[in-house]
Nanobody, 127 residues
Framework: QVQLVESGGGLVQAGGSLRLSCAASGRTFSMYAMGWFRQTPGKEREFVAA????????AVANSVKGRFTISRDNAKNTMYLQMNSLKPEDTAVYYCAAELGVRPIDVHSTAARYEYWGQGTQVTISS
């Protein structure tokens, strides 16, 4: 089992940047494909980005493509989400998630595939 803790959220103006981190503890981090999702009140959890176990494959939602970058450092048991050119519509609680038992190159955008979730970090973008 893995435990996930997000950090790096906050309040920034539109056009600004934030870097979210997801620190993992427990089982070997490189065994997990990882993802970022976000959620606003009354809406379903939305896929943002995913990264394969090895870091060699990534996927990014169209809504954030060209602005957000996902990465991981398996030696530090940490995943990152670099968010640039932030917009008010990016305001949400951001969650990191882990999926076990996938091939080293696989990435998935479906929340139901992920077994482990962090507690979330609030990101608020002011206009």
């Amino acid at each position: 089992q893995v435990q996930l803790v997000e950090s790096g959220g906050g309040l920034v103006q539109a056009g600004g940047s934030l870097r979210l981190s997801c620190a993992a503890s427990g089982r070997t981090f490189s065994m997990y494909a990882m993802g970022w999702f976000r959620q606003t009140p009354g809406k379903e959890r939305e896929f943002v980005a995913a990264i394969a176990r090895s870091g060699g494959s990534t996927a990014v939602a169209n809504s954030v493509k060209g602005r957000f970058t996902i990465s991981r450092d398996n030696a530090k048991n940490t995943m990152y989400l670099q968010m640039n050119s932030l917009k008010p519509e990016d305001t949400a609680v951001y969650y990191c998630a882990a999926e076990l038992g996938v091939r080293p190159i696989d990435v998935h955008s479906t929340a139901a595939r992920y077994e482990y979730w962090g507690q979330g970090t609030q990101v608020t973008i002011s206009s």
